[in-house]
């Protein structure tokens, strides 16, 4: 079975810096685009950024700058790190990942059970 297990998350000032953590466990053969997403209270999900498992990355024009997301391929895990966190930036952060299993032929999309990021005074 595969799962994606969140960590780092916190409480930080307006202004400092979090490193957010996802591995990916269990039966895999491969992982393909990885990313961050994150949810608000009373906004939709919404998209952070993502990685390709070459390396190239994508942004939301709201972290542009100020976030940077990377991957560790031997270790199935990826990182986000931010930093000049504003209060906008609180939510709930959530690790996604496209995984092919030993056995299976087909990649799946999995999800993180999501990790809490506040930027507070």
């Known amino acids: 079975q595969v799962q994606l297990v969140e960590s780092g998350g916190g409480l930080v000032q307006p202004g400092g810096s979090l490193r957010l953590s996802c591995a990916a466990s269990?039966?895999?053969?491969?992982?393909?685009?990885m990313g961050w997403y994150r949810q608000a209270p009373g906004k939709e999900r919404e998209l952070v950024a993502t990685?390709?498992?070459?390396?190239?990355?994508n942004y939301a024009d709201s972290v542009k700058g100020r976030f940077t997301i990377s991957r560790d391929n031997a270790k199935n895990t990826v990182y986000l790190q931010m930093n000049s966190l504003k209060p906008e930036d609180t939510a709930i952060y959530y690790c996604?990942?496209?995984?092919?299993?030993?056995?299976?032929?087909?990649?799946?999309?999995?999800w993180g059970q999501g990790t809490q990021v506040t930027a507070s005074s």
């Open positions: 990685i390709t498992r070459g390396g190239t990355t």
């Open positions: 996604n990942a496209d995984i092919r299993a030993w056995g299976i032929a087909l990649y799946h999309n999995y």
């Open positions: 269990g039966s895999i053969a491969s992982i393909d685009d």
